[in-house]
């Protein structure tokens, strides 16, 4: 069965101007770099009706915090008033607040299982001209480097035929991320800085490990451009930053170690798109 748009995309608008008003009211100061990246605005552009098939790209964004999904629309919505759907877990879709909205508004849900239904839907959903948006490295990053990547983002975009835009997101951790919780103090006028890399289309047959291998040093070198031009200089040991900045966020190798300790404990990493690989 084709997949049909969502009936109600006004709440999608609704939540968007929440947003906007949200960044008006704290006075968030966000700096883009690379929007001629993303996708040219238009009338319709990416709406859910009326988008030509074959316009679609799958926005692949760094995770370090909880708000950089509403960074990359808000980003995303000012710069083509194109929506993004997300790839969400099965937990937040169970959510009796969340859930009903997750469902209104057209994302795609990763069930607990294999994520072989998710990944056909967001295929489909990328070859009917909407803009998927992906957090490859399935989670936040406690190191604030971008971590090891799932190869669902650049497999999804070689099956349908679009390309893969890397948003990379500095800055909207300090606001809320893991082991810190919201504030106010420093959501006041916070800098969040955003650079958007080049498209990159990968091959129906290409090698999805090394094209992901490739995507992690592109999102990485983003962040880097991010934190050399960000307006606020952190002070020695700041939590924000990564150790080898001079930070102190956990080093790599202790987020590897956590990181496996969560994999032991059961704790999902996040979605996981068990679909097939291009060729198989």
Known sequence: ?????????????????????????????????????????????????????????????????????????????????????????????????????????????????SGTAAYDAAVAKLRAGEYLAVFPEAGVSRSFKVRECKTGAVRMAAEAGVPVVPVSIWGAHRVLTRGHGFSARLAWRAPVRVHIGPPVRPAPHADADAETAALRQTLQSGIDACMASFPLRPEPGSWWMPADQGGGAISEAERQRLDAEDVARGRRRGPDLSGPRPGS
């Open 1 to 113: 069965m084709a997949w049909a748009p969502p009936p109600n995309d006004r709440l999608y608008r609704l939540f968007v101007r929440t947003g906007l008003f949200l960044r008006w009211i704290f006075r968030v100061r966000v700096v883009v770099t690379g929007a001629e990246n993303l996708p040219a605005p238009g009338p319709r552009q990416g709406a859910s009706r009326g988008v030509q098939p074959g316009h679609g790209a799958v926005m692949a964004v760094t995770h370090f915090g909880y708000l950089d999904f509403a960074v990359a629309e808000l980003v995303v919505w000012k710069h083509a008033r194109a929506q993004l759907r997300f790839l969400i877990h099965q937990g937040a879709a169970d959510h009796p607040v969340a859930g009903p909205a997750i469902s209104a508004t057209g994302h795609v849900v990763v069930g607990y299982g």
